[in-house]
T-cell receptor, first 113, second 113 residues
Framework: NAGVTQTPKFQVLKTGQSMTLQCAQDMNHNSMYWYRQDPGMGLRLIYYSASEGTTDKGEVPNGYNVSRLNKREFSLRLESAAPSQTSVYFC????????????FGPGTRLTVT | SQELEQSPQSLIVQEGKNLTINCTSSKTLYGLYWYKQKYGEGLIFLMMLQKGGEEKSHEKITAKLDEKKQQSSLHITASQPSHAGIYLCGADEGPSNTGKLIFGQGTTLQVKP
């Protein structure tokens, strides 16, 4: 089992460019999440998906869109990147029983210049 | 909105020493989760606490949730270099099991051999 995988690991964008962060899990989990981690801020939830076909906003959704492509995959899109979106992005998944017990991917380090 | 405050923000201990990390919530805790993060990697789930007074242990790490359910502590006995990393507490946003977590800002632990 690979667990939760994320691509790319690193990315540099210029302001205004767009990109999609990919996430996939092979644990047959229903719920998936996207977080961003910034120094001194902890992790903040961007979007989550309770099951295939559903998505909902988290604490900091502005500037992002998501797609739950199927049960395995959950992508995060930045339509017009801004320097404030420079961060480390983590994808996570969890089973139905205890949703707070989440399995995290290795992260994508994004820099917007 | 609920906030989690961790203390201390950083900690340096000599190998073999005991240490405690605290997580204090501005509201009642319904589910409290401890995670560990190594630098440059994703989070790893350690333990979950739900009931006031609950205590759980895993190897040399013990976590407690106080009776009033607004504070949790993580205690490491006889610390080892393998314990080094960032410890984060996370909490359910509300009484419903949604998986929407808020996190503290993290405590960075260094263990000197």
């Amino acid at each position: 089992n690979a667990g939760v995988t994320q691509t790319p690991k690193f990315q540099v964008l210029k302001t205004g460019q767009s990109m999609t962060l990919q996430c996939a899990q092979d644990m047959n989990h229903n719920s998936m999440y996207w977080y961003r981690q910034d120094p001194g801020m902890g992790l903040r939830l961007i979007y989550y998906s309770a099951s295939e076909g559903t998505t909902d906003k988290g604490e900091v959704p502005n500037g992002y869109n998501v797609s739950r492509l199927n049960k395995r995959e959950f992508s995060l899109r930045l339509e017009s990147a801004a320097p404030s979106q420079t961060s480390v992005y983590f994808c996570a998944s969890s089973s139905r029983q205890v949703l707070g017990e989440q399995y995290f991917g290795p992260g994508t380090r994004l820099t917007v210049t | 909105s609920q906030e989690l405050e961790q203390s201390p923000q950083s900690l340096i201990v000599q190998e073999g020493k005991n240490l405690t990390i605290n997580c204090t919530s501005s509201k009642t805790l319904y589910g409290l989760y401890w995670y560990k993060q190594k630098y440059g990697e994703g989070l790893i789930f350690l333990m979950m606490l739900q009931k006031g007074g609950e205590e759980k242990s895993h190897e040399k790490i013990t976590a407690k949730l106080d009776e009033k359910k607004q504070q949790s502590s993580l205690h490491i006995t006889a610390s080892q270099p393998s314990h080094a990393g960032i410890y984060l507490c996370g909490a359910d946003e509300g009484p419903s099991n949604t998986g929407k977590l808020i996190f503290g800002q993290g405590t960075t632990l260094q263990v000197k051999p």
